[in-house]
């Protein structure tokens, strides 16, 4: 009996020693979350394409339009390299996450990854990819109807 009260008693002297060590990693993690669209602080200059990966006719266009709105600049609507996009992406060509994740938090995209290459023909600092998860995003509703 005295052994499971002593091992009740570390157990939550335990759990207790974790909270207090894991408080301030939880503080320091909610202070760093992403900011919402209303926060959001473009570069100027900032040159985004807009990229259909999801197949669906006009997609690339209707995002075009809706990024411009927001006060992005769009210089290079088309087709994605494929398809078979699942997800939609936001892709950093140029080596600053900082800005692809404001252009991926304005136009409510979850996901930014760094893709830099050496190609000299790029305009571009910023991809936006539209995958088949567009609808379950909601990434066009309030714009426009599809």
């Keep these: ?3 499971r009260l002593l091992w009740l008693t570390a157990s939550v002297a335990g759990v207790g020693l974790l909270i ?3 408080r301030p990693l939880l503080d320091v993690a909610a202070s760093t979350s992403t900011p919402d669209a209303e926060h959001v602080v473009l570069s100027e ?14 997609l690339a266009a209707r995002m075009t339009r809706h990024a411009r709105s ?8 088309g087709n994605a ?8 992406v936001v892709v950093d060509r140029v080596g600053d996450m900082t800005q692809a994740r404001a252009v991926a938090v304005l136009l409510g995209i979850p ?10 023909y ?3 600092d910023v991809e936006v990819i539209i ?3 567009h609808r379950r995003l909601r990434l066009l509703d309030h714009h426009e109807g599809r």
Excluded at 70 to 77: A, F, K, S
Excluded at 113 to 120: K, N, R, Y
């Design 81 to 88: 390299s494929s398809f078979g996009y699942i997800e939609s």
């Design 20 to 22: 207090v060590v894991a």
């Design 122 to 124: 790029r305009l571009e």
């Design 131 to 133: 995958g088949h998860d």
């Design 70 to 77: 927001l006060g992005l600049d769009v210089i290079r609507e």
């Design 45 to 58: 200059g900032l040159r985004v394409a807009v990229l259909n990966g999801a197949g669906e006719p006009q």
């Design 111 to 120: 996901h930014t990854i760094q893709q830099i290459d050496d190609d000299a």
């Design 1 to 3: 009996m005295l052994e």
